[in-house]
């Protein structure tokens, strides 16, 4: 079983929808919580960044992690178009001193106007 | 700025070439990484380096080695290129926040 798992989609929302990404994890030692988008073509670019339970709020995106059912979501309110891209989630380990991420095999979003 | 540079956006080998990738961060991070990317397998990591001369391998080393001779410079060796190497290669290094990625390398052996 894979540490982390993302539904791969596709998902198809028309502009101004509410979007919601999610996924699972199994390693209870998971402290650090990424959302990163990917453009086409293009390589992934930190969207969302932290590390305890509950919501984070950037403009219109949400990040919320639950731990005690290793669940996180990422929430995109009025959606646009220019919010066609893959998602991916990643995680990082307690006490990594390396770095290593483990990430989801990303959600591919499409907004259409 | 900060920066993480592929050198090539597109790259075509022959099957059996010794193919290099190369990578150049300017954020005097210590760790980096080289992971591939396909269709429905997302991200799985090669190698990645937290020190100078320093490696470690991660899912899927077979048929691939890297050199760090520089901290700045990370770079994937693919010893003969087969045609099931064909994919996305993505560069990456890390800071406390997360990493940050280069624009990619989409290498087509054939």
């Known amino acids: 079983q894979k540490e982390v798992e993302q539904d791969p989609g596709p998902l198809s929302v028309p502009e101004g929808a509410i979007v919601s990404l999610n996924c699972t994890y199994s390693?209870?030692?998971?402290?650090?919580f990424m959302w990163y988008r990917q453009y086409s073509r293009k390589g992934p670019e930190l969207l969302m960044y932290t590390y305890s339970s509950g919501n984070k709020e950037d403009g219109r995106f949400t990040a919320q992690v639950d731990k005690s059912s290793k669940y996180i979501s990422l929430f995109i309110r009025d959606s646009q178009p220019s919010d066609s891209a893959t998602y991916l989630c990643?995680?990082?380990?307690?006490?990594?001193?390396?770095?290593?991420?483990?990430f989801g095999r990303g959600t591919q979003l499409t907004v259409w106007p | 700025d900060v920066k993480v540079t592929q050198s090539s956006r597109y790259l075509v080998k022959r099957t059996g070439e010794k193919v290099f990738l190369e990578c150049v961060q300017d954020m005097d991070h210590e760790n980096m990484f080289w992971y591939r990317q396909d269709p429905g397998l997302g991200l799985r990591l090669i190698y990645f380096s937290y020190d100078v001369k320093m490696k470690e391998k991660g899912d899927i080393p077979e048929g691939y080695s890297v050199s760090r001779e520089k901290k700045e410079r990370f770079s994937l060796i693919l010893e003969s290129a087969s045609t099931n190497q064909t994919s996305m290669y993505l560069c990456?290094?890390?800071?406390?926040?997360?990493?940050?990625f280069g624009s990619g390398t989409r290498l087509t052996v054939v």
């Open positions: 390693n209870s030692a998971f402290q650090y």
């Open positions: 990456a290094s890390s800071s406390f926040y997360g990493y940050t």
């Open positions: 990643a995680m990082e380990e307690r006490g990594s001193t390396l770095g290593r991420l483990y």
